[in-house]
């Protein structure tokens, strides 16, 4: 037998509970992707390249033209001119990216701070790479930063911290005050960031994502991630890319390149083509979510859920605690996807330790609206 480096990863909740939702026919509003396509110019322009015979490797950074296009965004949202040749790596994925950032920056006995609830891809790489992660829990009810537990957590051991706004699964969004106080008590050390925007641009109620990208003295410092499979609707295509002042790409690429070396070609292409030609897709997304929040949410009213609705990402959470108090979270997904055909996630999973009275689960509402209105329905009837 192996001896495990990942003794404590299983198969993941958002494989199991897809599974359930399979098996029991649910509707699945459990793992986050759209049942949905992607824009039809831009699957077609797929299959265009590939009859061009744009099949081959691409090079190890990513497409020029997808890189440009992605610096042309960059400085149109954030007011930040990147160098597309040295600032921009484009990766198989946000994951991808995450993952090759934290082995760039990551040795035996470092510490990283990540903020509960977290996304779970982190922790994993973070021991591949022999470091630690420190969890730190977010404030509550709001999940903005509690700045007390993480200026406690900061040790001489702290290496990287690893930022998510628009967090899954809460939604909460990162002010640039926050961002400024982050600033404030990481100037003297030898701290960088991993900020993983990957729901950059689904933001809702005319609020702005303040990327790091847009602060100037944390960029200095930071590796942002992104997903084209957020932002196009075409999670399957794991496509990413990273942003990092060059010296830091260039450490990173290092990675990157004995890892993947490169993205698939003719989706870069794809992706490229659609970005010149649709700029405004990104413009239309916080509209085009806040819909489907608004709409998802409107029908839930007649529930007894209780909720806040989210500020930004494609998924809200909802407290059960009115329906049934006596089952923990895991029980009451799968309560729900069982007995009432709704798939949901628990909110539990993404603490290392979560609050015992945490009665939260998370809808995924990138969905179709009738889809969504039939899930409404089952769950107004329990
Ligand atoms: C917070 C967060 N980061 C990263 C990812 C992964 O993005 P990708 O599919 O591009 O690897 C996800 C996907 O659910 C996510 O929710």
């Not at 960088?192 to 200095?220: I, K, N, P, T």
């Amino acid at each position: 037998m192996i001896n495990s480096k990942l003794p404590n990863v299983g198969t993941t909740i958002f494989t199991r509970m897809s599974q359930l939702a399979m098996e029991t026919g649910a509707l699945n509003l459990s793992q986050g992707f759209p049942d949905f396509d992607g824009p039809q110019a831009l699957c077609d322009a797929v299959g265009r390249h590939i009859a061009a015979g744009h099949n081959q490797y691409s090079p190890m950074t990513g497409l020029p033209a997808l890189r440009e296009q992605v610096a042309a965004k960059i400085q149109r949202c954030y007011g930040r001119a990147v160098s597309a040749d040295s600032e921009i790596t484009i990766t198989p994925g946000a994951t991808q990216a995450i993952f090759c950032a934290i082995q760039t920056l990551i040795r035996p006995g470092d510490e990283v701070i990540v903020f509960d609830p977290c996304y779970d891809s982190y922790e994993p790489a973070v021991e591949l790479a022999g470091g630690r992660c420190v969890h730190v829990p977010l404030g509550q009810p709001d999940f903005s930063i509690d700045w007390q537990r993480l200026s406690d957590a900061l040790s001489p051991k702290t290496r990287l911290i690893i930022l998510n706004s628009p967090h899954n699964p809460s939604g909460a969004l990162i002010s640039r005050t926050e961002l400024d106080h982050l600033a404030t008590l990481i100037r003297d050390r030898d701290i960088y960031l991993v900020s993983d925007e990957v729901y950059e641009h689904l933001v809702f109620d005319g609020a702005q994502h303040v990327s790091v990208v847009s602060h100037e003295e944390l960029y200095q410092r930071a590796f942002v991630v992104s997903s084209f499979g957020k932002t196009y609707h075409v999670t399957g295509w794991k496509t990413g890319y990273v942003v990092a002042p060059a010296a830091l790409s260039a450490e990173l690429r290092k990675v990157h390149q004995y890892v993947s070396f490169c993205g698939v070609t003719p989706l870069q292409w794809a992706l490229a083509d659609f970005m010149v030609e649709h700029p405004e897709h990104v413009e239309q997304l916080p509209a085009f979510y806040q819909a489907k929040r608004d709409l998802f949410c409107d029908l839930l009213a007649d529930s007894r859920f209780s909720f806040t609705r989210a500020a930004g990402t494609f998924f809200q959470l909802a407290d059960y605690s009115a329906i049934r108090d006596d089952l923990d979270d895991v029980a009451m997904s799968e309560w729900l996807t069982r007995e009432h055909g709704v798939a949901t996630i628990p909110v539990s999973v993404f603490y290392q330790q979560a609050p015992k009275d945490l009665r939260l689960v998370r809808f995924c509402f990138a969905k179709r609206e009738e889809t969504l209105r039939q899930a409404a329905e089952k769950l107004c009837a329990i």
